[in-house]
């Protein structure tokens, strides 16, 4: 079996951060592990309170796993001090980590920044020019490549800028009233959209982890990075396509839509089998 590492923040909620990732590698078929980056108190309404690990804490986990399971893939979600970051970087090139995927998580839907100015430089200096692809959405695009995206041709322009000044590809991702659905590519191999299919599900929570996630996972695989892509495309809409329904605020996708077996069946209450 293929394995894959998640960096990431843990979601006491399960939607997102390296509780999404887990659920979504085993789903794609490989072994999940997990170096946690920071604890959160959060549900579908949002975040209460985050307890940050620390630096040293942080290499021990990833020493841990690399020392003992090698990982054939990483996904990094969100880190928020430079000094985490500068850590994670250390160690995946220490350990020569291959197939790194990192979701640049640095603005809200609503515009709000995530991390400090400075993690984002360090992120920026040292994390992207190690990933085989970064998975921005439209604000975290206009982050890095310093300019304004308000059309599909917006987002090509930006995408090429990403790529050559980081080194690395890049998939930014539509939404935020951009090409909905619809995500852009661009590699070695020049640009690829990748059409999507658009879900009528408010319940949208950790969507960005997943894509992410699920990527990683395929290409631990062996898949080449359009295919990854594709494939991660199609068990995130599926996931979105399940309506799962849970929490009083956005809430988290069913990562188990196509599950199937008879440990996860519903139970049969159609007979009395207590006696």
């Given amino acids: 079996m293929k394995t894959a590492l998640s960096i990431a923040g843990s979601d006491s909620s399960g939607g997102a951060g390296i509780q999404a990732d887990l659920k979504t590698m085993t789903m794609n078929g490989v072994f999940a592990m997990t170096a946690i980056t920071a604890l959160t108190a959060q549900n579908t309404t949002g975040v209460q309170a985050i307890q940050e690990a620390t630096s040293d804490f942080l290499r021990q986990q990833l020493d841990s796993v690399f020392t003992d399971i090698r990982p054939d893939a990483v996904k990094i979600g969100m880190v928020s001090s430079p ?10 090139r220490f350990y ?11 603005v809200a839907t609503s515009g709000a920044r995530l991390i400090r100015p400075e993690a984002v430089e360090t992120l920026t200096k040292e994390l992207l020019p190690l990933a085989i ?18 059309t599909p041709a917006a987002m090509e322009t930006a995408a090429k800028v990403i790529h050559d000044r980081y080194g690395c590809a890049v998939l930014v991702k539509g939404g935020h009233r951009v090409n909905d659905a619809n995500d852009l590519l661009c590699w070695d191999g020049g640009l690829q959209w990748f059409a999507g299919e658009r879900i009528a599900n408010p319940n949208t929570h950790g969507t960005g982890c997943t894509l992410s996630s699920a990527i990683a996972a395929n290409l631990a695989k062996g898949y080449l990075l359009t295919e990854a892509v594709g494939r991660a495309k199609a068990y995130l809409t599926g996931a979105l396509a399940a309506m799962l329904d849970l929490g009083k605020g956005s809430g988290p996708m ?16 159609s007979e009395d089998k207590s006696e």
């Fill in 96 to 106: 020569g980590a291959q197939n790194i995927v990192v979701d640049p998580v640095m």
């Fill in 83 to 92: 000094e985490l970051i500068s850590v994670i970087a250390d160690r995946l």
């Fill in 133 to 150: 692809v970064a998975t921005p959405n439209i604000p975290e695009a206009e982050l890095l490549a310093g300019c304004t995206i308000d």
């Fill in 254 to 269: 069913n990562h188990a839509w196509d599950l199937h077996g008879e440990f996860a069946r519903e139970a049969d209450r």
